[in-house]
Structure formats: C-alpha cells, structure tokens
C-alpha cells in the first residue's frame, strides 16, 4: 500500500480480505481477466490514471491490460491491482468497500443482489417510493422500512433456493425488495408467496401501471405489502439508494 491511511470504519479486516479474495478469485479465473478487472475498476468508480497511480505504474499499462495487448497478468500483478482498487477506496471513504461487504456477507454474488442496506432508523416507505420516483399500486398493511435489498430478478429466480431467497431479506423483513430488469412482475411476485414472512414493500424495477402484471395487485393485497413501480434509470436509482444508507 502507498503511505495513506487505509482505516474503513465498519469494515472488518477480514471482510476486506474476503472481498479482496472474491475479485482475485474472479480476475484470475475469467476468460477475459482484462474485460474483468475493467468491470471491477468502473464498479468502483476508480479511472485508469487514479489506479495507475497508486500503483505507480502508467495508466497505459492499465489500459493494456484491460484490452488484453498485454498478456494475461499473473496473480502478483492481480493481487496489486486488486489491492490499488480497495486502497483507492478506502482514500475516499469506503464506500464500495462496505458495500460489496455487506453483500459478500449476506451470502450473495453482486450480479444477484446489486445493493442490500440496514438503515440507521426506520424510514416511512412513502419517502422510499418518492426518493426513487415510484409509484403506488397498493398501500399495504406497514408504513415503514428498515432497511432495502435491490435484487436482479431474473439472476435471483433462476439461480437462488427458497432459503437463499429468505436470505434478501438481510437483518428484518422490514425492508423494501427491489426487483431489477422486470417486464411483467409475474416472476418475483409468485417467487414471494413460498416465502414468510413477506417484506413490507415490493417495487418492481423496469415496468408501469400499464404493463404490469394484471393479478400483481391483488397478490400483494393478500399478503399485505405495499407494492409500487418504477421507471427511473437503474443507475440513477441505485445512485439515490446508496445515498439513503
């Protein structure tokens, strides 16, 4: 590491380490291990000179390794690269850090859950639904949240068990599950009723009252969440989530 402080509130040495093994592990096991350390460098939101620098290398050699004109790199050259990612991180407070963490320590792949927060106190879902320009379909039987999990819909159904689902839920059902990359709703909805409790509010990310699931109003009214639907751009809402956390 380059002579920065690298203290991470609320991010355990070994939660660290941990996620520093999962992107190595991913890097070094991909096809295109370029392709992939330019995934994990965007994700991060660390540009090429940034993590030349604190690797004290020029920002063409990152490049070059990312397009794949330089050979593939070894696990020396991978575990540097990894560790400039998380130290440039933690320079600028963490934030990627802790929440890769909070994934990698649910149990999850962050191509499954793309953000899982606990509040510091609860929040009125009507403030949720109105930070992420959502809209009501059905006013459920709670009216706030403690936290939120945003979950790809289509990675979630097709790759986790019914207790890996249960596990969205983080520390309380308490919480909003937000559904990405949805055309219907007809999926994570009937998805939910295998599942207890259920949480105290849904949205579904990707579609509008016109073409969202006809019977999607009245699962939810059974079950007693409030369910609401979203348009807004992927990034920008998980841009306005993180921020809520």
């Not at 130290?87 to 994934?103: K, L, N, P, Y």
């Not at 709670?142 to 207790?163: C, D, K, P, Q």
């Not at 059902?173 to 259920?198: M, N, Q």
Request: a negative charge; one cysteine or more; glycine letters at 8%.
């Amino acid at each position: 590491m380059c002579g920065h402080d690298r203290g991470v509130v609320a991010v355990s040495e070994r939660a660290r380490a941990e996620l520093a093994n999962r992107i190595a592990g991913e890097i070094t096991l991909s096809a295109e291990p370029g392709a992939t350390i330019r995934k994990w460098r965007t994700d991060f939101d660390i540009s090429q000179t940034d993590l030349a620098a604190e690797l004290d290398v020029s920002a063409s050699v990152i490049s070059d390794y990312e397009s794949g004109r330089r050979e593939s790199p070894g696990i020396g050259v991978v575990s540097r690269i990894v560790t400039g990612l998380l130290a440039v991180d933690a320079d600028r407070g963490g934030a990627h850090i802790r929440h890769h963490a909070r994934i990698l320590s649910a149990g999850f792949e962050s191509d499954i859950v793309e953000d899982l927060r606990e509040y510091p106190t609860t929040m009125p879902i009507a403030a949720l639904i109105d930070a992420i320009d959502a809209t009501v379909i059905t006013t459920g039987e709670h009216t706030a949240i403690s936290g939120h999990t945003v979950i790809n819909s289509i990675e979630a159904i097709t790759r986790l068990s019914s207790e890996e689902f249960y596990r969205l839920y983080g520390q309380s059902t308490s919480r909003a599950l937000i559904f990405t990359g949805v055309t219907r709703g007809e999926s994570p909805l009937v998805a939910l009723r295998v599942v207890t409790p259920t949480p105290h509010a849904v949205v579904l990310h990707g579609v509008d009252r016109e073409t969202l699931w006809p019977h999607a109003a009245a699962l939810a009214a059974i079950d007693g969440y409030t369910l609401a639907v979203a348009t807004t751009p992927t990034d920008t809402m998980l841009e306005t989530l993180r921020a809520l956390g």
